[in-house]
DNA sequence: CGACCGGTTGAACGTCGTCAACTACGGTGG
DNA sequence: CCACCGTAGTTGACGACGTTCAACCGGTCG
């Protein structure tokens, strides 16, 4: 964890004061996504004691590192980010994109230290959920208990998609369940189901679909050429949904 | 999950009768690294409440299939269990092997409802958790909420690790960090990390490690012939620790 | 005993990675 | 403003790694 960081950490964890930076979760638009969906109002208020703290991040930040103290997990208001492990000698795998709404850090609890690197591909703003201030409302508010582990369960589920994906599936797969995948949630949050801007590079993608780079950028050429889709360069247009699940579903071989 | 043991759970969960069917979690030998590690012995003592049932599965026997209603977890005594997914063209991905001390259905809670097969490799005995009486005692007992909640991070952390492997790991560098990891799991629980006989096929090897059968045995084999190990059918005696890890870790390339 | 399942091994093939050249884009500085 | 550089992306040729298909072996169970 960068030093700016914990100092902010610091600064607004102990001492509840403020109204003003504090992000009332009651007003939060990202409310049914985010953790304290599934509460009710009165709860809801009851979580002021959360002291979520909007931080701005700018592109290229790193929200946390592997092997640094854990202390606080992120939701991400707005902004996209990418997760990452890296290995001894220096290869490293994408393991997730993350945008609003969705909570990174959760791999730090096991060992009280980062499991890997969470970093912005975009500048946007995350909300700093101190894990102690969880645990202790989690005692308090049920519903939150129960959400939180509803959040870790998907996790575990949303990786359990992964390997299956790295596993089993075929190049030009991967690459129409991650378009898919994509294009839903971003529609889940208001934005095109059909068009849209990707955040990371084709690098990135290929890494997180174990492929490399040349082999992504051939497929997008190659749906382009199908009709499936619509590149340039970061902009991406899905011509032909059902044609994309075929590939991603059945794969006629 | 099958009727016997929707039966067994409604037979144990609602009226705490019993000590003698009870497993105390007290005297269980597994208290280090099941769901109670990390207690202090009063707080165990509370675990009653929590009504560990033990039962006893049979190789081949489903603890729970993907689609099943979600109400417990499973905290593995003995024996080996495999989980997989499924996707819906019939193509299966092996999720995971489990041994004594780790929890099972995790990924049921997100959605009420399993995401995955649970499958005994071996005839073994289980702890049924109903997690409804997890969610209360985690309120009463917060260190284990807590400990749960590592628990399931933990989880996360084990599919980062397999991501990273299934992601940009080559097929002889996943077999070696799967022995590598079997080994060292094994011999946590007190069996030797040299000398093991495998519980799954080849198949499931290959299907966990993201590669064909005969890849996994022809891999065996060429481990064979550089003196790295020794096999036989299903055992498997680990020669030279030191270029395993070298394979896994630095390949030389 | 025969059938079946799990495992091993060989040969041919194909997908994807590697290496390399080239293009496009965006930011910086003269 | 344009020239320049570095980064991101595209495309081709070639080769390697792992898959596919197939034959064969050994143990186990009906």
């Given at each position: 964890m960068n030093p700016e960081m914990t100092a902010e950490l610091k600064r607004y964890t102990t001492p509840l004061d403020?109204?003003?930076?504090?992000?009332?979760c009651a007003n939060c638009n990202l409310r049914e996504i985010c953790?304290?969906?599934?509460?009710?109002p009165h709860e809801v208020d009851q979580?002021?004691?959360?002291?979520y703290v909007r931080k701005k991040v700018k592109r290229g930040d790193t929200l946390y590192r592997a092997g640094a103290k854990f202390d606080a997990l992120y939701a991400v208001r707005s902004g996209f980010f990418k997760t990452r492990v890296t290995m001894p000698d220096g290869r490293d795998q994408v393991t997730g994109f993350s945008m609003a709404g969705e909570i990174l850090g959760?791999?730090?609890i096991s060992q009280d230290k980062h499991n890997c690197d969470a970093i912005a591909l975009e500048d946007g703003e995350i909300c700093t959920i101190p894990y102690s201030h969880l645990e202790r409302l989690s005692i308090e508010v049920p519903s939150l208990q129960r959400h939180f582990h509803k959040v870790m369960s998907r996790e575990i589920v949303r990786e359990n998609g992964v390997m299956m994906l790295l596993g089993t599936m075929r190049a030009d797969e991967r690459l129409a369940a991650f378009l898919l995948n994509l294009s839903q949630r971003l529609n889940a949050r208001g934005y095109s189901a059909l068009e849209f801007h990707l955040r990371m590079t084709r690098e990135e993608i290929g890494s997180y679909l174990g492929m490399k780079l040349e082999t992504v950028s051939r497929l997008f050429s190659k749906f382009q050429a199908n009709g499936l889709i619509a590149v340039d360069q970061k902009y991406v247009h899905l011509r032909n949904i059902e044609g994309l699940r075929e590939i991603y579903a059945h794969h006629t071989r």
């Open positions: 403020l109204g003003a930076l504090k992000t009332a953790l304290p969906a599934g509460l009710t979580l002021d004691e959360l002291v959760m791999d730090g």
